[in-house]
C-alpha cells in the first residue's frame, strides 16, 4: 500500500484547506486512515482518523467542529477538510494506514504502520 498527501499551502487564520490522501493497493474495508501533524520543536499528534469504509470518524479536542475527515470512494481517497484554520494548526501534515482492526480508532502514531509523504499547512495571522 503506498499513501500520498496533498493539499496542503498557505492560508491566513480564519480560512481553510481540503488535504487528500491518496491510497494505492489492497486496503480492507475495516483499515483507519489518520492524519497526524507535527509543528516544529512538538511531537507528533493525533488529528483525525477515519476507516477505509468512511465509518466511524474520529477527532482530537483540538480540530472537533472545525475538522471533516472523509472518504471518496470515486477518487480512492481520504480527505480532511480544514475549516476555521488557527496558526496554531501550522505543521506537517502526514497520513497514515493502520491494518489492524479495532472497536476504537487508534490516536497513536505506533499503531499506524504505513505513512504518506507530509504536506505542508501554514496558517499565517
Known amino acids: 500500500v503506498q499513501l500520498q498527501a496533498s493539499g496542503g499551502g498557505l492560508v491566513q487564520a480564519g480560512g481553510s484547506l481540503r488535504l487528500s490522501c491518496a491510497a494505492s493497493g489492497r486496503i480492507s474495508s475495516y483499515y483507519a486512515i489518520g492524519w497526524f501533524r507535527q509543528a516544529p520543536g512538538k511531537e507528533r499528534e493525533f488529528v483525525a482518523a477515519?476507516?477505509?469504509?468512511?465509518?466511524?470518524?474520529n477527532y482530537a479536542d483540538s480540530v472537533k467542529d472545525r475538522f471533516t475527515i472523509s472518504r471518496d470512494n470515486a477518487k480512492n481517497t481520504v480527505n480532511l477538510q480544514m475549516n476555521s484554520l488557527k496558526p496554531e494548526d501550522t505543521a506537517l501534515y502526514h497520513c497514515?494506514?493502520?491494518?489492524?482492526?479495532?472497536?476504537?480508532?487508534?490516536?497513536?502514531?505506533?499503531?499506524?504502520?504505513?505513512w504518506g509523504q507530509g504536506t505542508q499547512v501554514t496558517v499565517s495571522s
Open positions: 477515519v476507516r477505509w469504509s468512511g465509518n466511524s470518524p
Open positions: 497514515a494506514l493502520d491494518t489492524v482492526f479495532r472497536v476504537q480508532l487508534s490516536v497513536l502514531s505506533g499503531e499506524y504502520t504505513k
